[in-house]
């Protein structure tokens, strides 16, 4: 089955500086992949995703990129917040195989 | 519109006690899952439905039972639970795997 994993585990930037999240997956079948943020006591939230049709995808401070080649994709945050601190989740899925999630990585958004 | 619902969001539960954690959904999706998340492990798949009717075992399906009578309900049955079983455990919905999942708020389980 998929196997994803991610990088780093903590990640600590300042305020404004760019932080960047790398996933690896295994499965070449894989065809989408999401990004998920979650905070203290709740549920992941979806932030942004790919498919494999597309190299990158921006939506405003964050950006996400894939290299299918390489199996490899990366979320791009730029200009960090305070509010950004939280645990980012990749995933990795296609139609016929569930979902597969990384370890997550703690990011500290320092002011 | 409530999205996915969870209950209880507490729970503790006594070595070989039974238990149901709810979950409903009131997107008129078709896919629903049970994820349980542990402390450096990601989340985790235990069982998932891809409708009413249908359902299937993910990555960690011992010790526990789903059923899917309705498209809205996807409630997740602990058998006989162990210390193990304490964790955060989490349901989701999407139209379908290649989707965006909707998760709820999440239960979290003690088992003593």
């Known amino acids: 089955g998929e196997n994803v994993e991610q990088h780093p585990s903590t990640l600590s930037v300042q305020e404004g500086d760019s932080a960047v999240i790398k996933c690896t997956y295994s499965?070449?079948?894989?065809?989408?992949f999401p990004w998920y943020k979650q905070e203290l006591g709740k549920g992941p939230q979806l932030i942004i995703d790919?498919?494999?049709?597309?190299g990158e995808k921006k939506d405003q401070r964050i950006a996400v990129t894939l290299n299918k080649t390489a199996k490899h994709f990366s979320l791009h945050i730029t200009e960090t917040q305070p509010e950004d601190s939280a645990v980012y989740f990749c995933a990795a899925s296609n139609r016929n195989n569930d979902m597969r999630f990384g370890a997550g990585t703690r990011l500290t958004v320092k002011p | 519109n409530a999205g996915v619902t969870q209950t209880p969001k507490f729970q503790v539960l006594k070595t070989g006690q039974s238990m149901t954690l709810q979950c409903a959904q009131d997107m008129n999706h078709e896919y629903m899952s049970w994820y349980r998340q542990d402390p450096g492990m990601g989340l985790r798949l235990i069982h998932y439905?891809?409708?009413?009717?249908?359902?299937d075992q993910g990555e960690v399906p011992n010790g526990y039972n789903v059923s899917r009578s309705t498209t809205e309900d996807f409630p997740l049955r602990l058998l006989s639970a162990a210390p193990s079983q304490t964790s955060v455990y989490f349901c989701?919905?999407?139209?379908?795997?290649?989707?965006?999942?909707?998760f709820g708020s999440g239960t979290r389980l003690t088992v003593v």
């Open positions: 499965d070449s079948a894989s065809n989408y």
């Open positions: 989701a919905s999407s139209y379908d795997r290649e989707f965006g999942y909707t």
């Open positions: 790919i498919r494999s049709n597309v």
């Open positions: 439905s891809v409708g009413a009717g249908i359902t």
